[in-house]
């Protein structure tokens, strides 16, 4: 059942929500792909119950009824946020992201934190403190990451919506391995409050989803003006589902850059490539472009996140809130003994480097190049997307790969950021709809386009999904 | 080689919420840990809001006051500064970039002025901190070594009180200042007292500081490498920090979450417009406007409540009267007292009552300090005391006479007779009678009138 015949449902009360909740939570329980991190189980049912009383007297709000998942560097008041990590394993947010309370407003029910790579620090879900998440379409398979729990538990059926976050990639490369739409917003449009940092400068938390409709509710009603948040637009409100049919690809404009198809498995590149072709045959004209130079951007991408990773996790002492190792020694080595005995390895390893290329000696020599870097590189994008409505690629050069194929090779890793940390460089919406099998697992299509353009990106990965049809879900 | 002293004063803002979040600042009266959010105590997530404007509006008008160049057109980050400390809750305090450079107030240069968040409060002892003062916004302002001596220092940093109490930007609770000082003198390395809280404080840490020095030089052992050491408030001396790193590494990164902020040329001018007066342009209306000499204006001005005081008196009695008794009696008890205006609790309604009383000569200037003195120390009103010593002093020196001319009728009829002598020793008793408190004129003026009858 799609989102928007779901939500039809809910209002006329052909849906009992109660029974709804407590499906979906035994399907949690039943499952194995270690999707989610805590289950909010009682105040789901607590809140459902609520829901059904008044659902017929008041006006439903946009998520009326429905189950959203939540990341767990997302923070939900009096539940845990532990960020995949060991640090925070035992930290109960005192307060609401933004977000959280908007899908609130909307009646969403929140039904848990999902599980993510640790401090969001990974693209396959496998560096979590609490397990890997397996992808539900072959369980020896990774879901993708950052977001990983949040894509499995939407293909496993765990959930009606996810939100996610993005900051190279961590929702579009789940997206794609688990066969779900994923959605990176333009940068500012969706509250970061709330969103635990890691490169601040490039990162949003976005909607995820079985259907575009979905992530497209989901998105109108996180979206919108946050003055907790200082790169937020300034615009209120956004209306991403009214329109949403209303489109077409007839005199639009496709740019398809080269250097994207040219690391990436064929069977991925043709699956994409029929993509442009049925926009071609709705209308569009397509241009072969060439994109900056993906090594300067892979070390753009890197520099950024490394220094501002690293300033990012100096709050984490163990000393205010997180794990604190029993010890006596000095204040300097408590706290080192603290994050040494709780942080990961790839979290440990980012943090050395950003501590390291931020160090007085190296300042000007990195991350203000960097930043530099991330100017020009959203400069070209501007101008790509002067001459293009959209670009499209793949998300991904692969599908889904075995669970620790890949771990130990952080270089494969970097090939993969290629693909998506564009957008998030240059703060371009981004979004990924499935669009067919290799191997019988699924590909999705990338689609960006200019600043803003959101709703034209949704709308565009909608034609694809019309296009494309029913998705058989893996039963489990 | 001469002494040089060099200055790092903060200065806790006046605003009702914190830099960065809408936390109250009033840490005074609170619980600890009763005025934070999820912002001030870096909970995972949260982000800080937009620059506290009027943060920025004290710090922009305390540069314009100390002469600095404001830093218009320009991109102006807020970095993190990263260390590990438990006061500081996300391990970085944000500070800006120096938003105003090259200032001068009497004959010290300016530096540079920026702003920062407070951190919270610590307490070693118990390893527990109090999140309360956390993102209280901050100027800190660097002044060039241009202090010789320890005295040069503490008055300078008088006179930049006096500023900031001019404008009103400072919360007295924060103690007004938090200063760190640097001095180096005869051939030892650059030495940073932290810690100290007050002027006396910076007057004794430096002076402790610069007889250490001295000390170490002329024993052939100088400071070789830069060191901090802290202020030791109980003792009065410094006690050794940490030697001076020069790779101190707080890896300074502009902060994603604040976009750089950007001061333009015409908002200054607009502050310019709403400055308020400083000590020295007051001083010199003071002169020009109630033509009393500069000496006194100076002194007046030094205090911008007693200037206010001045003012509003000034406008009911003489003013040229007014201020010599400010000058001389006023000024003079409150400094014996070591207590500002606002401290003494004076009302200018009570000191106008006196002046007047004075100026009517119906007490003396002694009387009138006696009355002062007792204000001052037993919050006694001016016109309680004035009723209490007119009744038996000043109002009824004629029924005085009266009793003396009854106590003395030999000398009242010499005089009668034409023996003018005999009236000095009438005012004489009539003045003894009065303790001293009522001019001979007065005295002499009633024996006379008593005489007549
Ligand atoms: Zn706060």
Redesign the interface.
Known sequence: MNTKTKLEKIKSQEIDIEEESQKFLQKITDSNINAFITVNEKQVIEKAKKLKENISKQKAGKLAGLLVSVKDNIAVKGIRMTCGSKMLENYTAPYNATITERVLEEQAIIIGKTNMDEFACGGSGETSFFGPTLNPWNNSRVPGGSSSGAGAALAAGLCDLSIGSDTGGSIRSPATFCGVVGFKPTYGLVSRYGLSDMTMGIETPGPMARDVYGAAILLESMAGNDPKDNVSTKQKQFDFTTKLDNFSFEGKTIAVPKEFFEGSETTVSQIVLDAVEEMEDRGADRIEISVPDTKFCVATYYLNMYAEFASAMQKFDGLKYGFRTETDSTLNETVSANREQSLGKEVKRRILFGTFISMKEFQGKWYSKALQAKNIIKQKYEKIFSKADFMVSPAAPFTAFEIKEKIDDPLAMYLADTLVSFANLSGIPAGVVPFGFSHGLPVGVQIAGGQNKDLEVLQAMQTLELKRGEIKWPQK | MATKIGLEIHVQLKTNTKMFCECNTNFLDAKPNTLI???C??????????INERALELALKTALLLGCKINTGKELFVE?K?Y?Y?DL????QRTSRPFAVEGELYGVRIREVHFEEDPGRYELRTGE?DYNRSGIPLIEIVTEPDMKTPKEARDFLKKMKTVIEYLDAAKPEGGLFKVDANISTDGNERVEVKNINSIKGVLKALCFEEIRQKNLARQGTPIKKMETRHFEDTQMITTFLREKET?D?Y????D????PLEISAESVEKLKQDLPETPTTKAKRLKEEYRIPKLEADTIASERDLADAFEKVAGKVNAKFASKWFVNHLKRELNFRTKTFIESKLSTKEITKLLTALEKRSITKHTGVDILRKMLDEQVSAKAILEEHGGKAGFDVDSIAKEVMLENKKAAEDYRAGKTESLNFLVGKVMAKTKGRLEPKQCIEAVKKGLEK
């Open positions: 959010c999820p912002i105590t870096a909970q995972p997530g949260s982000k800080p809001m937009g993190r990263h590990f438990p809750p996300a391990n970085y901190v790779g590494d890896r300074f990164l502009p994603p979450d604040i976009p």
